[in-house]
């Protein structure tokens, strides 16, 4: 069978040799791509991440430093005139002062936060913020928002991570459709009783984003309980199932290797012409 370059020579070969590029563009264009954006991402999160510190917390922290600054300065040069010369003096100072001293408020803003956790982590400071966020569950506009909020930050930054490893398999969404799942807990004591059996709750994550999925209730005995790790199963729901874990292919082939009677894919079509 003649290759690329043999085919006939005119318009036939230039539209072969243009279509033979763009084909070579656009795989190796998408796998840069996936090379590059996580790194991208990770690093517009954590500049967004940086400038939204800045904005609702630095920026104000610069602002109480430069109004008890001028306070003092303005205070103890005059202080019969100091109403007056106040206003002024401030305004010149805070033109100086965000102007070159911005990152103080920034820092100052890191500071407050980790002193704002150790006091909620005391005892007194747990009460007295469990009092305020029940007080945020009750009011009209906040409840509806605040909540769901909280889920999101708890699951992303809390330090009680899913303890278990233990990764199943279950029948979901209906019979003879096996999904990946992760074990969490026992079922609920109501579920238990009502179906006189013991009940696993299980979390079954999706593809691609893992941090997102469905819990369900089912019976112990009807999950099968796979020897992988937390980081295959993972590995293998972000990827659709590409990268399978050591020793789960059903060929016993590696990751990438081509099983005996499989067609080939486009890719190696395309390499091997």
Known sequence: MPGVGTRAGGDGQERVLASTFMTDFKRFFF???????????????????FKLIDRYMGQYVNIGIAYVV??????????AVFEQAFSENFTEFWRYWSQYFWWVG?????????VFGRFVASVVGRWIWRFIEGSFF????IKAVYPSVKQVTDFLLAERKISTSRVVAVEYPRKGIWSLGLATA?????????????????????????????????????????PITLDEALRFTVTGGVIMPLGQRPD??????RPPGRLPSTDEKETSV
């Not at 920034?106 to 980790?114: E, H, K, S, T, W």
């Open 106 to 114: 920034f820092l100052g803003a890191i500071v407050f936060v980790y």
């Open 138 to 141: 009750r009011m009209p506009i």
């Open 31 to 49: 796998r840069g791509l996936a090379a590059v954006l996580p790194t991208v991402l990770t690093v517009a999160i954590i500049v967004w991440v």
């Open 70 to 79: 001028t306070w003092i300065r303005t205070y103890r040069a005059n202080p």
């Open 252 to 257: 016993g082939t590696p990751d990438g290797a």
């Open 186 to 226: 026992a079922g609920m004591r109501q579920i238990t009783e009502q179906m006189s059996a013991e009940m696993l709750t299980v979390f079954i994550p999706s593809s691609p984003t893992p941090v997102t999925g469905y819990t369900v209730t089912v019976r112990a005995d009807e999950v099968i309980e796979l």
